[in-house]
């Protein structure tokens, strides 16, 4: 399971737990903004895109191109960021997508440091169940959960050799391919199943 990154053996004398401001080269914070909307033009990704490791198209919306310089200029997320949820949903996260686009609030995009932080491991080490729960704990809110910029900050994060991060990414693509492989295998069966239900009844 990609959520429970913590079993994998990656404890070795040199492996560190560092603070997540001690491997994030930058964070950029779109929390608490909203731009104006628009029918067309640059699409527009908000708290209800970022899912559970990836983007939903849904809902689509967007921003006048004209307006996409003035309203980014807390900075340009680059290929390798990862996309995090600060509230309503908390900790949801996505890798950036391959297309220009415009990051709306609630969303805090992580620029790993790459001479520290494997922006893949990062990726999965988010989602992981240690992870969520100190992120959970560093949160705050009674109705609904948020973290602040400065709390994220300093969720605890295992930092082992740069290789050892690799190796547990490559280990959780594999199995995330493997599980949606087993996902379309299902849906095919289940549409097997009904087809042959309705030829006999």
Request: positive net charge; contains cysteine; aromatic residues 8%.
């Amino acid at each position: 399971d990609h959520r429970d990154l913590h079993s994998f053996p990656t404890r070795r004398s040199s492996d560190l737990t560092v603070e997540l401001s001690e491997a994030i080269a930058k964070f950029i914070d779109y929390r608490g903004k909203t731009p104006k909307k628009t029918d067309k033009g640059i699409p527009l990704i908000t708290a209800r895109n970022v899912r559970e490791g990836y983007l939903s198209e849904e809902p689509r919306e967007y921003i006048a191109a004209s307006e996409y310089d003035a309203w980014m200029r807390r900075g340009i997320p680059g290929w390798s960021d990862i996309l995090f949820t600060t509230e309503a949903p908390l900790g949801n996260v996505a890798r950036v997508p391959n297309y220009r686009f415009a990051l709306a609030q609630r969303i805090i995009c992580l620029a790993p440091n790459e001479t520290k932080l494997d922006p893949s491991f990062l990726f999965w080490a988010l989602q992981s169940s240690m992870m969520q729960r100190r992120i959970r704990q560093k949160a705050n809110g009674t109705t609904v959960l948020g973290i602040k910029q400065s709390n994220l900050r300093k969720v605890l994060l295992p930092l082992p050799g740069l290789e050892v991060q690799r190796e547990i990414s490559s280990a959780c693509d594999a199995l995330a391919t493997l599980r949606r492989e087993v996902e379309l295998h299902c849906q095919s069966l289940e549409t097997l199943r009904t087809r042959l239900i309705g030829q006999f009844l």
